[in-house]
């Protein structure tokens, strides 16, 4: 049974986890402050967190930042579930209509699930990331 629902601080310590194992240059430990925890949503499958990402919210618009499903869990759906959840509850219970986020453009699988969800490419962030260094692609969805 898989439960879609707001960050809390007892998260952490999984978040934390998951981030090390899904991301080349992940976020320390420190990076995840109170307030950014507020704006995380994660995905429970079984009792066990298996995903998250953080929703940064101004007016009508959202920067989704550090999408992440467990590598054990990647490739069953549950990326595209919790987007799709993300983007029905935020916009049904704050309005918000524009979406964006930044992807490495060696990230063929998120572009993938960002394209599916009906992301459109919108251009290039050049020498964006670090670690290894790389050009981002900038994604962007408006819901009618
Ligand atoms: C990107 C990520 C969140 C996708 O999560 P996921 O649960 O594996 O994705 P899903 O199973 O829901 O896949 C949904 C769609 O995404 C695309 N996709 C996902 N993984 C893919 C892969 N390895 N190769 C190609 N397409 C892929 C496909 O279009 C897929 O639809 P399909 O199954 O009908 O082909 C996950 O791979 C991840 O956490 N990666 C590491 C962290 C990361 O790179 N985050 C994104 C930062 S911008």
Sequence with gaps: MLQFRKMLPSDLDLVVRLEQECFEDPWPAEAFSPDII?????????????????????MDECSLINVAISPAEQRQGYGEHMMTE??????????????????????????RLYTKLGFKHLGIRKAYYRKPPEDAIVMGLIIP
């Design 38 to 58: 507020e704006t995380g949503y994660v995905l429970i499958k079984e009792d066990v967190l298996i995903g998250y990402v953080f929703a940064l919210m101004v």
């Design 86 to 111: 993300l983007i029905s509850l935020l916009r049904a219970d704050k309005g918000i209509r524009y979406y964006y986020l930044d992807v490495r453009t060696s990230n063929i699988p998120a572009q």
